[in-house]
C-alpha cells in the first residue's frame, strides 16, 4: 500500500506540474553584456540639445545593421525603443542604477513604443512625455523573438554611453522660477489693487 506521506507527495508533483504548465515557459535571464549590437539606431538631437518635457519631439530611427550576414534578424519579431538615463544621470541615484540583468536593470525606464519588426528601417516621431524628469539621455532598441526575450539591441550612445547624449528639462525643473515669478506677480497684482482702490475712496471722501 502507498503511504499517506508518499501519496501527498504524488499530489504536490501533480499540482506543481499543473501550475507551471498554467504559468507557461519560465523565461530565462538576459543579460546585457550577452546580446548583440545588430541594430543601427540614430535620433534627431544633437549632442548635448536640451529638449523640453511636454513640448519637444524625438525623430527614431533604427534597423539592422546592413554590414551584418543575411537572415541575422531571423528571429527578431518585435522591437522594444526606450528612453534611458546616462551614466551622469545615474550616479548617486540607486533607482535608475544598470543591472546586467535586464530584469533588474533601471537605465531604461521609459517606454516610447512597441512595434513589430520590420526588415527595412523604421521611423518613429515620440513626442517627449511630460512626467520625464530633468536628466540626461540616449535612446536604445530592444529586438525581441517570438518567445518574448530580448534578442539583439542598438543605442544612439557608444559601449560607455559617453557620446551623443542629450538632455531633457522636466515640468518642474523648466517652470519653478517661472511659478515663483508668477505667484510673487500675482501677488504684487492684489495689493497694487486694494492698494488703489482704498486710494480712491479715500479721494471721494475728500
Known amino acids: 500500500m502507498v503511504s499517506a506521506s508518499a501519496a501527498s507527495v504524488s499530489v504536490f508533483l501533480l499540482l506543481l506540474l499543473l501550475l507551471r504548465s498554467l504559468m507557461g515557459p519560465v523565461m530565462a535571464e538576459v543579460y546585457f553584456s550577452s ?10 538631437p544633437k549632442p548635448g540639445q536640451v529638449l ?30 526606450r528612453l534611458c538615463y546616462a551614466p551622469k544621470s545615474q550616479a548617486d541615484r540607486g533607482w535608475r542604477k544598470t543591472n546586467d540583468d535586464l530584469k533588474k536593470d533601471k537605465t531604461c525606464q521609459f517606454g516610447i513604443t512597441e512595434q513589430p519588426y520590420s526588415e527595412v528601417n523604421s521611423t518613429f516621431v515620440y513626442s517627449v512625455e511630460r512626467n520625464i ?4 539621455y540616449f535612446i536604445r532598441v530592444y529586438a525581441v523573438d517570438s518567445s518574448g526575450a530580448v534578442v539583439a539591441y542598438g543605442q544612439t550612445t557608444d559601449a560607455k554611453k559617453k557620446a551623443d547624449l542629450f538632455d531633457v528639462v522636466g ?30 475712496r479715500k479721494k471721494n471722501k475728500k
Not at 546580446?35 to 534627431?44: D, Y
Not at 518635457?53 to 541575422?72: E, F, K
Not at 524628469?133 to 540626461?136: E, K, M, Y
Open 35 to 44: 546580446l548583440p549590437r545588430n541594430l543601427i539606431v540614430s535620433a534627431s
Open 52 to 81: 523640453e518635457a511636454g513640448i519637444d519631439n524625438i525623430t527614431i530611427t533604427w534597423g539592422v545593421n546592413q554590414s551584418l550576414p543575411p537572415n541575422t534578424d531571423a528571429a527578431y519579431k518585435k522591437v522594444k525603443v
Open 133 to 136: 524628469p530633468t536628466a540626461t
Open 171 to 200: 515640468i518642474s525643473g523648466r517652470h519653478a522660477s517661472l511659478d515663483v515669478a508668477a505667484a510673487c506677480f500675482s501677488a504684487f497684482s492684489v495689493f497694487s489693487l486694494v492698494f488703489f482702490f482704498v486710494l480712491e
